[in-house]
């Protein structure tokens, strides 16, 4: 019998060989596990971009999140890291590196699939797969997940394919110009019928922007709100979007859009680059329910 194992980057750089957990059976109830796919190191000028200064930002390093939500009826992969999970594993110690643009430079110690693998999940076991945007420190890992049903506006779509976009890494993600997908047109998309998770349009950063909103048992209604906002200082102090978002003006009504969805439904914001945020999150294989 050939036993599969996943190559795992462990404490100190090491990679060593991980049994992969049993295969995950459906949970009762809607299930989040937030996953580590690596971090951005981010320049003064980075930081600025977002008209704000350092020290308003105080911390400038920004998580790059992955999250995965399970449910009775599937499960859905909502963004897929900054460098594939091949670099990752031929990386030395320390982890893999990449140069997301200038001022921006991720660093990524774990697979994304070695984690799922921990859990019970294999990238043919994801149902669903969506990201945020399509900017590169969101979709290293896409092209495992061809097989999924992609969930994305048409106008993401069309942007991705975009000859000679600079804010993208078509290499990527190029399995899925064949994959199913389901065109999202809407405000809103509930992905498992039951409005336990929706999908909701926010343009602007990108021409498809979107958010996810879930409806956890506790920690309650929750937005992982992709970069909508980048850190919280931009969002406490009111600042207007970064010059170089997709469609500044767009970004700017999305904001506001969202922010009366947010209060009108008592539902909290995760901002997924915040770096005390996230950090707080329990994660894998923890769970939220
Ligand atoms: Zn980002």
Known sequence: MVVKVALVLAAGGMLVAQAPAPRATPPEALRLYVLDCGLLN??????????????????TRMPVPCFLVAHPKGTL?????????????????????????????AVVTRTLRGQLAAIGYR???????????????HTANLNQFARSTWLTPRAEREFMWTPKNERVEPRFYSALEKSKWIS??????????????MIKAAP???????????????PGRVMIAGDLYHYPAERSLRRAPPDNE????????????????????????????????????????????
Do not use: C, M
Not at 90 to 95: D, H, V
Not at 187 to 195: H, N, P, Q, R, S
């Open 77 to 105: 992969l909502w963004d897929v890291g900054v460098i594939p999970d091949d670099d990752v594993e031929k990386a030395p110690a320390g982890g893999a590196r990449y140069d997301v643009n200038p001022t921006a430079a």
């Open 42 to 59: 981010i320049s003064r000028a980075g930081v600025e971009r977002y008209h704000v200064s350092t020290a308003e930002v105080g911390e």
């Open 204 to 218: 602007g950063h990108t021409p498809g922007h979107q958010v996810l909103v879930l409806n956890l048992r506790s």
């Open 246 to 289: 997709f469609n500044v003006a767009q970004s700017a009504a999305s904001r506001a859009r969202i922010e009366e969805y947010l209060s009108r439904t008592k539902t909290a914001i995760w901002i997924e680059h915040e770096w005390g945020a996230i950090a707080t999150l329990k994660k894998s294989p923890e769970y939220y329910e």
């Open 184 to 197: 999202l047109d809407r405000d809103e998309y509930d992905v498992f019928g039951d409005g336990a998770a």
């Open 123 to 137: 990238p043919a076991d994801i149902t669903y797969v969506a990201v945020s945007h399509a900017h590169k420190d």
